[in-house]
């Protein structure tokens, strides 16, 4: 028995998993932050946990929703792998002398990612059949489309490592050594003694690893390589692993332009993967440069961005849709403000509503003798609950009054999500009066 723990304690994954819990505190946050996200246990008021259990793309959830979803955490994962094993790869030199290296890291690195999978699926599945009362096969096309997202995504990066990488039996087939594509031995500025690394005089000794068909193979020692041909190497995935992760925020950016276009438009979960993505990237880079300063590097870059956004040239305006933005601005000033409230204004404003009241009154009113009622409603705010709650409310009560509740409504006022759910109600009533065949 207790050589058998001892097997597991030594072996690849587990010395990575206890790497991520001792050292790579920030990356190991993101996974935390996202699996609070999907658990409901962060964010639930903002509907936060809905987005990834049930993701939109052109207003459907299916197996495409969930497919551009699989493709977005792909490349998360993979940024992760990348960033990981751009920090850390160096400390596991027996890497250095086996085919397809970071390959093996990566299945080796799998099982912080493979638990989040698990849940993940498994909070779908939940979801999906308990409140959506989805069919088995509904499920399992939403299961599968985010299955096929993802590996889809891991294939295409296998596939470049596989043509790009180098490792020491490319070089022993052409019996020649690899490019010092550095003068220093150490991966970026963190100063590493490999020779002392490769004597096992450190915590991350590992005995067997686990290779890409699955089975367990022994580490064997890689003493009596060249120190240097051994980092040259790394040096060689290092800078793979870099540009790769550069196209990858290139094409985040190609997709950002692209946003006005309903086909570039995914599902909202899919932001926040790539937007892990990006946090991580980030994260890595200033690990790799500065090492123990990062956290010092991180705070600065984090003053000066909120420095730098507070002019005019780093400020991006966001435009409210419906709204004419070629009319001069409304000036924000004490006189105007003053100005506004004026007797001419009162009265103009007084006039506009008796009009508008008036209108109602001659739609709604069936007699003389008798007042109509006038209804008015104030919602509350509070995210995608408060929308639903307020829709829900007033819909039923319509239906309940054949259709006469909206009818005599004059005001709808209110907050955040509550006014989100009524505009959306009010819209269907608008529609349902032009003739459109709807229900409310």
């Known amino acids: 028995m207790r050589n058998w723990l001892k097997q597991i304690y030594f072996s690849f994954p587990f010395q990575l998993l206890i790497l991520h819990l001792k050292s790579n505190h920030l990356l190991t946050i993101i996974w935390m932050i996202l699996l609070l996200f999907i658990t ?15 993701p939109e793309y052109f207003e459907l959830v299916n197996f495409w929703s969930f497919f551009f979803l699989g493709l977005a955490f792909g490349a998360f994962y993979m940024s992760w792998n990348l960033t990981i094993y751009l920090l850390s790869a160096h400390l596991f030199p027996f890497l250095a002398s086996l085919a397809k290296p970071f390959t093996k890291f990566s299945i080796n690195n799998a099982l912080l990612p493979l638990g989040f999978i698990l849940i993940y699926l498994g909070m779908i599945v939940y979801f999906q059949a308990y409140y959506e009362a989805a069919g088995f096969w509904k499920i399992a096309g939403n299961v599968l489309g985010f299955l096929a997202g993802m590996v889809s995504l891991i294939l295409s990066y296998t596939i470049y490592f596989q043509f790009t990488n180098r490792d020491i039996s490319y070089y ?87 946003i006005d276009q309903p086909a570039f438009r995914i599902p ?11 946090f991580t990237a980030f994260i890595g880079a200033i690990t790799y440069w500065f090492n123990t300063w990062r956290t010092t590097i991180i705070i600065l870059l984090l003053i000066a961005i909120n420095f730098f956004t507070g002019f005019e040239l780093f400020n991006r305006k966001n435009k409210a849709y419906g709204l004419d933005y070629t009319s001069p601005p409304a000036v924000y000033a004490v006189d105007s403000m003053v100005a506004l409230t004026q007797t001419p204004k009162i009265e103009q404003d007084i006039q506009e509503t008796t009009a508008i009241l008036d209108r109602w009154k001659a739609k709604v009113q069936k007699d003389s003798l008798h007042k109509p009622k006038m209804i008015l409603f104030a919602v509350s705010g509070g995210g995608l609950k408060s929308a639903l709650w307020a829709m829900q409310v007033v819909r039923t009560a ?25 505009a959306f109600l009010r819209e269907l009533y608008l529609r349902q009066q032009q003739g459109a065949d709807l229900s409310i």
């Open 268 to 278: 909202a979960a899919a932001s926040v993967f790539i937007l892990a993505n990006v």
């Open 172 to 258: 022993r087939k052409r019996e020649e050594r690899p490019p010092n594509l550095t003068h220093s031995i150490a991966p970026g500025h963190r100063g590493v003694d490999l020779d002392y690394i490769k004597q096992d005089h450190q915590a991350w000794k590992v005995k067997t690893y686990i290779n890409e068909f699955l089975r367990i193979r022994i580490v064997r020692s890689v003493a009596h390589y060249d120190s240097s041909m051994l980092m040259s190497i790394f040096k060689q995935n290092h800078l793979n692993a870099l540009i790769t992760q550069l196209l990858t925020m290139m094409a985040l950016l190609l997709l950002g332009y692209l």
């Open 40 to 54: 409901g246990q962060f964010g639930m008021k903002l509907g936060i946990p809905f987005l990834f259990l049930a």
């Open 398 to 422: 319509d239906q309940q009054l054949n259709g006469k509740l909206l009818d005599h409504t004059v005001l709808i006022t209110g907050a955040s999500g509550g006014m989100m759910g009524m």
